[in-house]
């Protein structure tokens, strides 16, 4: 398997500006759902979760992030990718 780097922008059950407990709170849920291979920090739209996920290709590493998030009652608002990330990242 070869490890994967993009980014999921999300909205969900938070208000504009997340306080440090809601954020807390999203990590947990997020990593519960699946995202523990994910950084998550705040975004102007909402959250920002970067992941360094293993698969057989980019499309099944993005749409497996998608479904750990959605089951973490969030919504994917938009996926980001730096150019370089196009290459996979080395294990």
Do not use: W
Request: net charge negative; with cysteine.
């Amino acid at each position: 398997m070869t490890e994967y780097r993009f980014r999921l922008i999300l909205s969900g059950p938070f208000s504009d500006k997340l306080t440090n407990n809601e954020l807390l709170d999203a990590t947990d849920v997020l990593g519960t759902a699946g995202c523990d291979d994910a950084l998550i920090s705040v975004h102007a739209d909402g959250l920002e979760v970067e992941f360094d996920r293993s698969h057989h290709s980019l499309e099944k590493a993005i749409v497996s992030a998608v479904q750990d998030v959605e089951r973490a009652g969030f919504h994917v608002e938009s996926i980001e990718m730096d150019r370089e990330a196009l290459v996979p990242v080395d294990s």
